[in-house]
């Protein structure tokens, strides 16, 4: 995944060139041969940090995955309102990562941060999780985001830095491995949260829904753990003292160059940083003016997370208008589906790392980083591509769910044992027992109209209508609502009359992703009113319960897409299974019609009606963009911080490493920019991030084509793991080299 897990601070430590001499001797290669061969024990303050990774990572996304379905479900955001609020906690996400190294390396060290804001980020996972109980208010979550975007990102930057700093010079091998062993923890954690959490929320039923104080309640959990972890391996930790921050020198010197290049305009200089060298150093200047160089790069790469962020918002509500079953049974919720994103992640790295790039270094493109990152950029161009006609082909399936204005949708059920004549201003005919006409569209106005069961059909009927009524009529006058929808329904009431009512339905899909469901109970028998009818899932890990009263329907509940069993309860007796088996279509809006069976005593029937067609566009179509993004993101995002660290002077990789998350940042912003401009088809907005995706593609390849590489011999040892969207750099190598070299100028 792309999140960016890194430690810029623990680059920023041991590039600094203020480290004492005795430092920098400590930091040498070992001289000794024999020492060299003596392996040194594996620090077992490194599970600790290991294990509070993982936790973290799971409370992160956990409560990321089931985010925007909070927010349109239970807050009832819109869905444009939803992905702002969405992307803007993915912004504090990420600009917070540049205070928290500053926090840990300028002033309190990485320990404490790590302590400090790990509280901050528990005490906003509690905040959401008592908020998300009734009622819903949307200002205790505001807070609780913030509080959580704050935590992780302050502590984003030190874990894994805090996790190098365990290690000694002499450890080289066994550091590699904590880095691999960490970039596993991040990508199980966020796997495992993002299949796991959505199951909590969805099926874990509580005040009429779903269940999110629980769902929020487990990520909440995990960042306890976490925090009680990393604390438990406090007596086994290396911790330094904080030494200075190389990112605050940076924005200091920035600063105070814009500053002096405005007092004094008639003195003309090279550059217009070199204005800061009455304070600061030549050296340092110039590496900042490398730095620059390298961030010039970085101004069309806020596209790209724009578009890749989108799979938690955009992508998870457009999985609500699909048909989810995977295969037999089995339904993936539509927040599950972005855990394909990590899977595919620890799949595809290695495989291009081993397997894809020596293939096209061989045929010498592209073979370049900057050409791997156009790759990467027009896959994500593609993959917007993809979802635009995937949500076309959606859009084209609830063209029947749009009414004209001064509009309304009817239709007529007949659940009488005998044909009934049915009397209106837009239809007239004979409809047969257990059967129903055609949705029509009529104008919305007032209506009088009539069924019956007149003499002629009556006396012309089979035994079973002429034994159980007589000669009857009903009259129906009918209010029909601009844009509603409406079905009658005819049967036989308890004395033998034909009775007539008129019910509304939900013209419209879930916008839980699930299957809304209606039951209209038709009994001689009397009951109370409170007497439920329960819905049991086959594996009873879920139920609904529908209050009832005689020839009346129920609200209309969602519930999730699968089998179900369906039983009638009643105060005085057991339940009674009408249906086992009911298979419910996520989309779809059912009428269910139960009734007693009449050749069969004590015994219930039941008929169902489609209101609304169910999602006909499968999930799996939705499969390859999810593969060309993370393709994508393989090329880009790998290969771009990589880059980016073999272009930027040894001092300065912690700046750089800033600059990169904030690209992630900016991104984000830009899609709290886009979904407040409301555009009135996704389908056209998919298009639109498409277009701009392939012209800063195209902006970027003439960018990187004038570009000149920089010397990266420097770089010939440095180690680069893949986590979580960045490098995790062994940064003590790169130091070792850089002490060797000028050990030789000596």
Known sequence: MSQQETGF???????KTTASPKEETQLLPPRNPAKEKKKLPYPKSIFFIVGNEFCERFSYFGMRAILVLYLTQWLRFDKDWATSIYHGFVVLCYVMPMFGAILADGYIGKFKTIIILSIVYIIGNTVMTFTAFPPPFWVGPMIGLVLIGTGTGGIKPCVSAFGGDQFTSEQQKQRIQFFSVFYFAINLGSFTSMVVTPVIREYIRCFGSSCYPVAFGLPALLMIIALVLFWLGRDLYKIFPPTGSVIKNFFCCTGRAIKNRWQMRNVT??????????KYETVFIEDIKRVLRVFVLFVPLPVFWALFDQQGSRWTLQSIQLNRRVCGNWHVLPDQ??????????????????????????CHFPNRPLQRMVCGMALACLAFIAAGCL??????TLLDLKLEPNHSSIYHINVAPCPVKLDSPWKNSVLPPWNNTRKQVVNSSSYTFTAEISDEIWKTANDSCRLSTQPTFSTVKAQLLSGGAYFSLSALTSNGKLDTKLFDYPLQKSNLGGTLI???????????????????IDTSFDYFYFNLSDFGSTAYQNIPPGRYRISLSFNSSTDVVVKDGFVANSGAVYTLVIMPNSTAPDTYQMLYYVDVEPNSVSVWYQFPQYVLITVGETLFAVTGLSFAY???PESMKSVVQAGWLLTTAV???FDVIIASLHIYSQAVEFFFFSILMAVTTVVFAIMSHFYTYADTASMSRLETFYSDGQALIDPVDAKEEHLERDENKK
């Open 518 to 536: 209606g039951i209209v109970y038709i009994s001689p028998r009397e009951f109370s009113d409170t007497m439920p009818v329960g819905f049991l």
């Open 391 to 396: 949500q076309l082909r959606i859009d084209s």
């Open 337 to 362: 589906i972005q855990a394909i994103n990590p899977l595919l992640i620890v799949i595809l790295i290695p495989l291009f790392e081993g397997v894809i790039y020596p293939l096209l270094d061989r």
């Open 667 to 669: 991104g984000n912003l």
């Open 9 to 15: 601070d623990q680059l920023e430590s041991t590039f």
């Open 646 to 648: 073999s272009q930027a």
């Open 269 to 278: 200089k090279a550059h217009w940083l070199d204005y800061a060298d009455d």
